[in-house]
């Protein structure tokens, strides 16, 4: 199955590099076939205004790398769930280890955020993973267990999940394959004990061209999340073309 890669700028890029990406990645992906698919989370300020230049294209869609847990209100600097879906936004990141470490997002914000996406109609990607102290601990499955089931448990509706190993993000250091399908098939089996069958399982964490193919190989691995390595228009259509 063609495997899904969703590439997240986090805080890099001007508005016209931005534009000069997205008009790279759009022409190749349109001549190669119009049958693939990415997606690309760019800064916040520049997503209503790519959103509407590609309107037309069908090969890249655009996420939020955030969202408020409140709704419309006093909430200075917040944006919710219902204005991402109102500007064309088709799916929101929710619990990156940046956001949890360095912005304070609890287990609970997480799950409240989850349940925003929903009922607005957006998309969440939920990102969940374990620190390094916790995979040396032996205690990773059981971290990445226990933030499913806080942020999904009694979650009705679909959602894409993320695998990302705190250790691997921005590090240079990837799970091996072995380690990545093996999270994954956990994920998978904490998601149909949640009843939430037929979720997407990405993996993210120093996903590049050299080491896409064999992430993609597990059969668990159904996309990747990306920071570094989509950056680079040439490197993210070298991503996307692997997992054809
Ligand atoms: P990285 O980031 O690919 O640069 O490790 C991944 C992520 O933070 O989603």
Redesign the pocket.
């Known amino acids: 199955m063609r495997k899904l890669v969703?590439g997240?700028w986090?805080a890099n890029k001007s508005l016209a590099e931005a534009l000069g990406f997205a008009d790279a990645v759009c022409s190749r992906m349109d001549s190669a076939s119009g049958t693939w698919e990415a997606w690309v989370a760019p800064p916040a300020p520049y997503l209503a205004l790519l959103v509407e230049q590609y309107r037309e294209n069908q090969s890249l869609r655009w996420v939020s790398q955030q969202v408020a847990a409140h709704t419309a209100g006093a909430h200075t600097g917040e944006f919710t769930a219902e204005m991402l879906k109102d500007c064309g936004v088709h799916a929101a990141?929710v619990g990156?280890?940046?956001r949890r470490e360095r912005f304070g997002e609890t287990d609970e914000v997480v799950r409240t955020k989850v349940s925003r996406c929903i009922a607005a109609g957006l998309l969440p990607v939920l990102?969940c993973g374990e620190t390094r102290e916790e995979r040396e601990a032996g205690v990773a499955f059981a971290r990445v267990q226990a933030q499913l089931e806080d942020a999904l448990g009694g979650v009705e509706g679909d959602v894409v999940v993320?695998y990302?190993p705190v250790w691997?993000?921005?590090?240079?250091l990837?799970a091996t394959s072995a380690q990545a399908e093996a999270m994954h098939a956990h994920v998978q089996v904490v998601l149909a004990g949640l009843g939430l069958s037929h979720i997407q399982v990405l993996y993210?964490?120093?996903?590049?061209p050299a080491n896409v193919s064999d992430l993609f190989a597990q059969p668990h691995v159904d996309g990747?999340?990306?920071?570094?390595?989509?950056l680079d228009a040439e490197s993210f259509l070298q991503l996307i073309e692997a997992g054809r």
């Open positions: 969703v997240n986090k990141l990156h280890s940046e990102c993320a990302e691997a993000i921005g590090t240079g990837t993210g964490g120093s996903v590049n990747a999340l990306v920071g570094g390595a989509s």
